[in-house]
């Protein structure tokens, strides 16, 4: 697996991130944005091969381009549960984009992590809302986000992103999730590291959220 760690190594807390190289570029501006709120913790950024395929939790139609989503979800969680043994460590998972949707999805396969950052997820995705009314959730903190602009674009499915990631944070407040959504500044390609430090950062936090 290729993977990069950043901050203290010994933290006993450790957050997890799938991202890609557009990801990597901007990692150590939100290692500094995280760094601003606290320093104990360590970051685990997993290198994802197939964006579209390892991140999917199920098969779905192109929504822009010509390339499916793939079901590759569970087997990339399987090979990101090894890095998660350690009972003495508390672990959350978050990510940006399609990888904050993957991390969503995982906390309902697992009770493995204490938390979720989702920033700007991929909400959109075909039915996601519609089993996260089926099934429970298995932890009992979720931060969600999303950009003001989000929602006003021209492609149908992408479109629905506010509506679905406002459906999803009633779900979740009703089942007793202490779960938090913010709106940020902007459309989904502005500041998502910044944006992604903010929501595991909010997760860190003392309290509730």
């Known amino acids: 697996m290729n993977m990069q760690e950043y901050g203290n190594q010994a933290s006993k807390t450790v957050l997890i991130q799938p991202v890609d190289d557009h990801d990597l570029a901007l990692i150590e501006s939100e290692v500094a944005a995280i760094r601003e709120t606290t320093d104990d913790f360590r970051l685990i950024a997993v290198k994802v091969n197939d964006w579209n395929k390892d991140l999917s939790p199920w098969d779905a139609p192109p929504v822009f381009g010509s390339e ?9 969680l399987k090979e990101i549960l090894p890095l998660c043994t350690d009972r003495s460590k508390i672990y959350f998972i978050g990510g940006y984009s399609l990888a904050g949707l993957f991390a969503l999805w995982a906390a309902y396969q697992t009770d493995t992590f204490a938390g979720v950052a989702a920033a700007s997820p991929s909400i959109w995705f075909p039915h996601f809302t519609d089993y ?9 903190r979720v931060y969600l986000s999303l950009g003001d602009r ?42 998502p590291d910044k944006r992604t430090a903010k929501a595991f950062a909010r997760l860190l936090s003392d309290g509730t959220m």
């Open 132 to 140: 996260m009314r089926k099934y429970p959730i298995r932890l009992r």
């Open 150 to 191: 989000e929602e006003r674009t021209r492609n149908p499915v992408l479109a629905t992103v506010g509506t679905r990631i406002t459906e999803a944070h009633g779900l979740l407040r009703a089942q007793g999730v202490d779960c938090v959504f913010e709106w940020n500044p902007g459309n989904h390609f502005q500041d």
């Open 68 to 76: 499916r989503f793939g079901n590759g979800a569970d087997g990339f």
